[in-house]
């Protein structure tokens, strides 16, 4: 049995033959097929339910789960509670009336584990029935019935696994879930379970939440337990690789678009709210698992600051060096200083997570959503209106300026929509929650709904949060900049004959076109001009995105993104100023465009790192590609910490290195231009690979294909 | 103005992010020209002191934009010829070519200049990292020394991969490895397939290593040219006899330079012959070790 790699080193062993079986079972699909053959309980039989209030629907479909969905018990399992109804996968309620979704679910928020593991949810019960006795007679009374009525549901559940691992003689996991997660965990091993069961029963009910910092806190648990003589190292290994297969759970093997998980973010390493830092036995056991099992279901990312220890960071390169792109990094002293610098106290900073891929929130508290936004798209078809005849600047600034005010109506209409949407005005001028879809289970575990008394939609988390994200961040700039250079400072073409070669997709002028693509050099060179009118339209956005922020109960902060978009985008847009084509790839993230980025990976790092990354409060997210071949050894594995570490010296914000296999690779060979920046650095000479000829970008390509 | 505002180098590149240059991030300045002609060479654009015309033929959209040139240098009559005789290198050609199709390979930088460059990934260097002076044969232009000298007076780790010819005792204290090319221990043989002896390449070797230097050697595998058991002896025993000899590095020959070739106008020396067999890598490999 092996777990795929690129790197073509062996992955260690530390785990027991019968849970690496398990773990390839449930990354082979086996669970999420079992899932798809149980989508969804039924509803139908409920008499009246078409005559009950929306939350009432609800809190039926919840019980309807939690009696209803089948149990499973894997041979063998160290913890237990299964998220078995197929329709969960599509991010629904999975309980259907008349042959449908009643209630779509929710995701990017991660939930607060915390008070779960350390509280129990018993004393979430107790914070319902306070509300309720609050509420009756109110508006919010409705919602606190259905907070109690959803623990009774969880109830349910947590009594049918009971009896059944009772009956098969799983005495340990039976034991452990008389205690947890109603009362206080007392042990490391109760304490995963603990986070599972809960954790389960959310996905269970449709949810796709984020975990957060696992390692701040199981790591406490453990050290107690090791002190105590209670548990070994490998069981705490083994037990916490349980918790990690079981997450694969969901993963089916028909997802189109690679798309293999859900959300289920994990955040390890940085610091407490105290500043301290919290790296542990369990951030490493984390780091094990995945390295060992090679699982990319939980996006981890590691919180890295100016202090982090060599040995940290030296783990971290070793585990990305396996490839797939499982392991991200934070710059943590970058995001804690653009939180407060943005208004959130620092203790409340410094506990950050993520929605589940990477956009920075205050984990347990917040409900986060973002819009995408094409921003190239808005350039051609608003600014330059699709290059018409009729268009004509006769400064770049006046373009600029021009651009500016269309980003500005454009977020002015997202605030609109959502005080139109979402929002109501009292007489009073106070913007408050209109009512929106039941969700109360999540709701349940989100700081300062219960207590509040209004669900995760109806305002009640601590935290709003509605987030801006540009898209095409460097296909726009490098168009603004092309148009800057050729039109108004080279004068090599006139404004209106350009947008007709523009309009022509390039099809009459291709000389032009080959001085654009090659005579300049653009963002994610570390050439400061190109970078820093990045680093001005970023700065520009944000403040933008500033005005609008609290205008309506919901923060604001902007962030870049495309998470694969690009792909869709780059067949619809039109050609760009800087040499591309019409259908040709677009720039992912906030990364280079494709194809422009000729100097490497410690280039598009600096250029990255040029922009006023502390005005986005919710991150940027640069991606790196590098080649196993380039992290291959002492030496290699020397580099990417270099990496890491000069990330953090340079400010960046959040980093995605991917270490690509022979697949990309026999895409650069197929599309040379997109990929100019993949180097094969072999001692003594130097080449890019697409400079290399055919025979000899095969044999990197088989070097490359042995590993798999 | 201080010496180093002087001395010029000739660089025909400098590359970011190499990681096999040497330990840690590096930054590769590749130096123009080399007393060498070795058969297998892989940057036989670098071989040259002179500046030259490099045509990049994929590149080319075949504007025919060049053919301005005064000195008709570029022709089109049977396809697009370069004569590079008549070429004097005034880089017009090379400014208006729109795809970047030509370049003048070699330009002539400060050690202030060479300096600011390789400082952009100083923050990717940390305790490892640093700069690999490469070519080319970097000891073959004078102020190699200097630049070595200047590099460690910024704090920055230098690495100098050397083909061995040339006398590098004064550049020790400035340089904290040396990755020294040994590219036959068989001196007829040396001197057929690099057109120098091998005698000056060991002399020196030794001296640096008497004067304290850190060497790693670079050794090219060569199919049928030097894939004999003696001459594996020969290395290992140079390894034994080396005081300060951290390692052996085996390059095995690839066919890569022939696609490089194509640049300058040469003859394409990519030969697949001369790529060395399993077997034999690791029978060096085997040899090197002990
Ligand atoms: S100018 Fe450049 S692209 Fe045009 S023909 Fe000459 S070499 Fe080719
Ligand atoms: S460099 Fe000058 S002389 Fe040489 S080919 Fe180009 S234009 Fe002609």
Redo the contacts with the bound molecule.
């Keep these: 049995m092996g777990f795929a790699s690129v790197n073509g080193i062996e992955r260690p062993v530390r785990l027991c033959e019968k849970t690496r079986a398990y773990a390839e079972e449930s990354l082979g699909h086996k669970y999420g097929l079992d899932a798809k053959k149980t989508p969804c309980v039924s509803l139908d039989g409920i008499t009246g339910f078409e005559s009950f209030s929306p939350v009432q629907k609800y809190d039926a479909a919840i019980r309807a789960i939690a009696e209803n969905a089948p149990l499973r018990i894997c041979d063998g399992e160290l913890i237990s509670g299964a998220a078995t109804l197929g329709a969960a996968i599509s991010h629904v309620v999975p309980a259907f009336y008349n042959g449908a979704a009643v209630y779509m679910s929710n995701s990017h928020l991660t939930a607060d584990f915390f008070s779960i593991v350390k509280d129990g949810i018993d004393s979430i019960r107790k914070k319902a029935e306070q509300a309720y006795r609050k509420y009756k007679g109110t508006d919010k009374e409705e919602f606190a019935k259905s907070c109690i009525n959803c623990l009774n549901s969880f109830d349910i559940w947590h009594k049918r696994y009971l009896k059944e691992l009772y009956n098969i003689g799983y005495t340990a996991n039976y034991e452990n879930l008389l205690t947890v997660p109603y009362k206080p965990a007392k042990t490391f091993y109760q304490a995963v379970q603990s986070v599972w069961f809960a954790f389960a029963f959310m996905r269970l009910c449709g949810n796709w939440p984020g975990i957060g910092r696992l390692d701040l806190l199981l790591g406490p648990y453990l050290q107690n337990d090791l002190q105590n003589g209670v548990i070994t190292l490998d069981f705490a290994r083994e037990i916490l690789a349980h918790f990690f297969i079981k997450g694969c759970e969901w993963i089916c093997g028909d997802c189109g678009s690679g798309d293999a998980q859900h959300y289920q973010n994990l955040v390890i390493s940085g610091v407490d709210e105290n500043g301290c830092d919290v790296t542990n036995e369990v951030t490493y056991l984390i780091l094990d698992i995945i390295e060992e099992l090679g699982i990319s279901d939980f996006p981890t990312t590691v919180r890295l600051n100016k202090n982090s220890g060599e040995k940290l960071i030296k783990r971290v390169a070793e585990v990305m060096r396996f490839g797939g792109g499982t392991l991200a990094v934070y710059n943590e002293d970058k995001v804690i200083e653009s939180m407060t610098k943005y208004g959130y106290e620092l203790t409340e900073a410094r506990r950050f997570a993520n929605d589940g891929c990477w956009e920075v929130q205050v984990p347990g508290k917040t409900n986060f959503s973002y819009v995408p936004y094409d921003f190239l798209q808005l350039l051609q078809k608003k600014t330059l209106k699709s290059y018409d005849e009729s268009v004509f600047f006769d400064s770049f600034d006046t373009m600029y300026n021009a651009y500016l005010s269309d980003i500005r109506g454009l977020l002015e209409g997202l605030l609109s929509d959502v005080k139109t949407n979402l929002m109501k005005c009292e007489d009073g001028g106070e913007w408050v929650w209109k009512p929106n879809i039941p969700c109360t289970v999540i709701s349940l575990f989100e700081g300062g709904c219960v207590e509040k008394g209004r669900s995760y939609l109806e305002g009640g988390p601590v935290y709003n949060v509605i987030s801006p994200h540009i898209g095409g961040l460097a296909d726009t700039v490098n168009s603004l900049y092309a148009i800057k250079k050729l039109v108004f400072d080279d004068k090599k073409i006139g404004f209106s004959d350009f947008m007709r070669v523009l309009r022509e997709n390039w099809d009459n002028d291709e000389?032009l076109r080959?001085y654009a693509l090659n005579k300049y050099v653009y963002y994610g060179n570390d050439e400061d001009e190109p970078d820093l009118l990045c680093a001005r339209f970023l700065s520009d956005f944000a403040d933008i995105c500033k005005e609008l922020d609290n205008r309506s109960g919901y923060r604001f902060p902007g962030g870049v993104s495309t998470f694969g978009r690009q792909l869709e985008w780059s067949h619809q847009r039109l050609a760009c100023p800087y040499g591309r084509k019409s259908g040709e790839v677009l720039a992912a993230n906030a990364s280079p465009t494709p194809g422009s980025d000729k100097e490497g990976a410690t280039a598009i790092i600096k250029s990255y790192c040029k922009n006023p990354l502390v005005k986005l409060p919710v991150g940027a997210a640069l991606d790196v590609k590098l080649l196993p071949s380039s992290v291959k050894g002492e030496e290699g594995l020397d580099a990417l910490c270099s990496l890491l570490r000069g990330f953090v010296l340079l400010g960046g914000f959040f980093m995605q290195p991917d270490v690509a296999d022979a697949e990309i690779l026999r895409k650069a060979q197929k599309n040379p231009g997109e990929y100019q920046n993949l180097s094969v650095r072999v001692s003594g000479w130097n080449a890019r690979f697409v400079t290399l000829n055919k025979e000899w970008q095969d044999m990197v390509i088989e070097q490359n294909e042995c590993c798999r | 103005m201080n010496v180093a505002d002087e001395i010029t180098l000739r660089v025909s590149e400098i590359q970011r992010f190499c990681m096999h240059d040497g330990p840690g991030v590096r930054t590769t300045v590749f130096l123009k020209g080399c007393p060498m002609r070795c058969l297998w060479c892989h940057n036989s654009e670098m071989q040259k002191t002179e500046k030259e015309l490099l045509?990049f033929k994929n590149?080319?959209?075949?504007?025919?934009?060049?053919?301005s040139c005064k000195n008709g240098v570029?022709t089109?009559k049977y396809g697009?010829k370069i004569d590079r005789e008549k070429c004097l290198l005034c880089g017009e050609?090379e400014k208006?070519?729109?795809?970047?199709?030509?370049l003048i390979c070699g330009r002539d930088m400060s050690i202030d200049e060479i300096i600011r460059e390789v400082k952009k990934d100083a923050a990717f260097y940390g305790q490892t990292g640093g700069v690999t002076l490469s070519g080319g044969e970097p000891f073959a232009q004078p102020g190699v020394t200097e630049l070595l000298k200047r590099l460690k007076a910024e704090g920055i780790n230098t690495a100098v991969e050397t083909c061995g010819y040339y006398d590098v005792t004064d550049a020790v204290p400035y340089t904290d490895l040396f990755l020294w090319d040994i590219k036959d221990t068989d001196e007829a043989r040396h001197k057929k397939n690099t057109g120098c002896r091998n005698k000056p390449v060991i002399d020196d070797l030794f001296a640096a290593d008497k004067a304290g230097a850190k060497i790693r050697l670079r050794c090219i595998l060569v199919n049928g040219v030097n894939t004999d058991e003696t001459h594996y002896k020969n290395v290992a025993a140079l390894m034994k006899k080396l005081r300060n000899c951290v390692g052996a590095d085996i390059l095995p020959y690839h066919a890569y330079g022939g696609s490089k070739a194509e640049l300058t106008g040469r003859e394409d020396n990519g030969d697949k012959a001369l790529i060395p067999t399993e077997e034999q890598i690791n029978r060096f490999k085997e040899m090197i070790k002990n």
């Excluded at chain 2, 590149?59 to 053919?67: E, P």
């Excluded at chain 2, 208006?96 to 030509?102: E, G, I, Q």
């Design positions: 000389a080959q | 045509f590149k080319c959209i075949g504007c025919r934009l060049c053919a570029h089109f697009h050609c208006n070519c729109p795809s970047s199709a030509l």
